[in-house]
């Protein structure tokens, strides 16, 4: 009876790539997507940001990995998470040591935008990971101000003025002394995770890496 509803249900809704949105059979991501994504090599996976100790990125923020992380923020597609946070699951094995992560946290949203999209993406991606990875997830960090949207300013001066103060960290003393690893969606100018490690630090944080889907191209 499961495998005819199952059934039913993939005549009706059949299963789609994330990113290019071709049907395929059963899985989440189509062999065209798998060979072309726009992937980070070598050096590229990583990035360098005040207070942070290493950002890592599988992926570059463009073409279908742009239209993905929009459908996944904005159009209610928060079962991407499961691809996603595999395909970031895999870049964390290969490029940290998640044996030495104490535990996994993200980047939270105002209650305001929690409450429009119904979800955090960064979230969903975190649990991801962290069930992955075996690292438990942590929520470290509250969003204390409803400030612009990072994504609608250009300028990365006014950027990082414009998250100052946004973060306040839940407990310090979860954090004291621990390694933390950051999950985000994007990271184009590195304002937020900034200011989010900054905060942890001067918690007591020892470490904090973050990693995120996909980052800017230089």
């Given at each position: 009876m499961i495998k005819l509803f199952d059934y039913i249900l993939d005549l009706i809704y059949p299963p789609k790539c994330v990113f290019c949105g071709k049907v395929i059979d059963k899985s989440d991501i189509c062999n065209d997507c798998i060979k072309t994504l726009p992937y980070t090599k070598g050096d590229s996976v990583y990035q360098r940001f005040p207070f942070v100790d290493k950002c890592i990125s599988p992926l570059?923020?463009?073409?279908?990995?742009?239209?993905?992380?929009?459908?996944?923020?904005?159009?209610?597609?928060?079962?991407?998470?499961?691809?996603?946070?595999?395909?970031?699951?895999?870049?964390?094995?290969?490029?940290?040591?998640?044996?030495?992560?104490?535990?996994?946290?993200?980047?939270?949203?105002?209650?305001?935008?929690?409450?429009?999209?119904?979800?955090?993406?960064?979230?969903?991606?975190?649990?991801?990971?962290?069930?992955?990875?075996?690292?438990?997830?942590?929520?470290?960090?509250?969003?204390?101000?409803?400030?612009?949207?990072?994504?609608?300013?250009?300028?990365?001066?006014?950027?990082?003025?414009?998250?100052?103060?946004?973060?306040?960290?839940?407990?310090?003393?979860?954090?004291k002394g621990k390694h933390i690893l950051l999950v985000d969606d994007v990271v184009t100018t590195g304002s937020t995770v900034s200011e989010c490690a900054r905060m942890l630090k001067r918690a007591g944080a020892k470490s904090v890496y973050c990693i995120t889907l996909a980052r800017r191209e230089d």
């Open positions: 570059y923020y463009k073409d279908y990995v742009r239209r993905a992380v929009l459908r996944f923020k904005f159009s209610g597609c928060s079962c991407y998470s499961r691809r996603l946070g595999a395909i970031m699951s895999e870049c964390a094995e290969n490029n940290l040591d998640c044996g030495s992560i104490d535990m996994i946290s993200c980047i939270p949203l105002s209650k305001k935008r929690l409450h429009d999209r119904g979800y955090n993406q960064a979230e969903l991606l975190a649990k991801e990971i962290s069930q992955n990875v075996d690292v438990r997830f942590v929520p470290t960090l509250k969003k204390i101000k409803n400030n612009t949207a990072q994504s609608t300013i250009k300028d990365a001066k006014q950027r990082a003025v414009n998250v100052v103060g946004a973060y306040t960290v839940i407990d310090p003393n979860a954090v």
